[in-house]
């Protein structure tokens, strides 16, 4: 079974710009959610989404977004890039059930640099 | 709101010897569940070992066992007979039952980057 995949791998942009970064999760799985990872702020929910529907939002600024697909894939949009926002993102998969014991599986991440 | 602390920023160990890193947590949940994951330079998070509130039993899994002090709030990591590969950083988490159906949220700790030395 393949694992949770995340495209692309390296992305490099400038203040000012936007970004997608995409995520498939594990076949099977319905709930995405996503993570910033910075050495200043650590890892830091974003977002979660399970059947299309965004369930639950961390304290991030409107710039950053994402929707689900019918598929289950999903994607991460942040508009107006600031220097800030370079950082490692992490996308998560899992079954999407309400057991406290299920675990997330996550995909090697995106590195977003921004100049 | 809850909170994880892993008070040890890095560690130094001994190839074969055992280690344990620490891990105290904060919430007002009766229900909850307290992750390790692993991540290696590559970036990916990998899932160690799960301990739920209610479980009488530290959990194992392998050279991972979780020694969960409910009442101290701790839920901390030992990692016997370390291995070269063990060398990472290592994050405590934790996730809440949800009072609404969606509790894909974890809360993470600061992490411990784990050096094992040859």
């Known amino acids: 079974k393949a694992g949770v995949t995340q495209t692309p791998r390296y992305l490099i942009k400038t203040r000012g710009q936007q970004v997608t970064l995409s995520c498939s999760p594990i076949?099977?799985?319905?709930?995405v959610s996503w993570y910033q990872q910075t050495p200043g702020q650590g890892l830091q929910f974003l977002f979660e989404?399970?059947?299309?529907?965004?369930?639950n939002k961390g304290n991030f600024p409107g710039r950053f977004s994402g929707r689900q697909f019918s598929n289950s894939r999903s994607e991460m949009n942040v508009s107006t890039l600031e220097l800030g926002d370079s950082a490692l993102y992490l996308c998560?998969?899992?079954?999407?059930?309400?057991?406290?014991?299920?675990?997330?599986?996550f995909g090697s991440g995106t590195q977003l640099s921004v100049l | 709101a809850q909170k994880i602390t892993q008070t040890q920023p890095g560690m130094f160990v001994q190839e074969k010897e055992a280690v344990t890193l620490d891990c105290t947590y904060d919430?007002?949940?009766?229900?909850?569940?307290l992750f390790w994951y692993k991540q290696p330079s590559s970036g990916e998070m990998i899932f160690l070992i799960y301990?739920?509130?209610?479980?009488?039993q530290n959990a194992t899994e392998g050279r991972y066992s979780l020694n969960f002090q409910k009442a101290r709030k701790s839920a901390n990591l030992v990692i016997s007979a370390s291995q070269l590969g063990d060398s990472a950083m290592y994050f405590c988490?934790?996730?809440?039952?949800?009072?609404?159906?969606?509790?894909?949220?974890?809360?993470f700790g600061t992490g411990t980057r784990l050096t094992i030395i040859p």
């Open positions: 998560a998969s899992s079954p999407g059930t309400v057991l406290t014991n299920e675990k997330l599986f």
């Open positions: 076949s099977g799985h319905r709930s």
């Open positions: 989404y399970f059947s299309e529907t965004q369930r």
């Open positions: 919430t007002s949940d009766q229900s909850y569940g």
């Open positions: 301990q739920g509130s209610y479980d009488e």
């Open positions: 988490a934790m996730r809440s039952s949800p009072s609404n159906f969606g509790n894909e949220k974890l809360t």
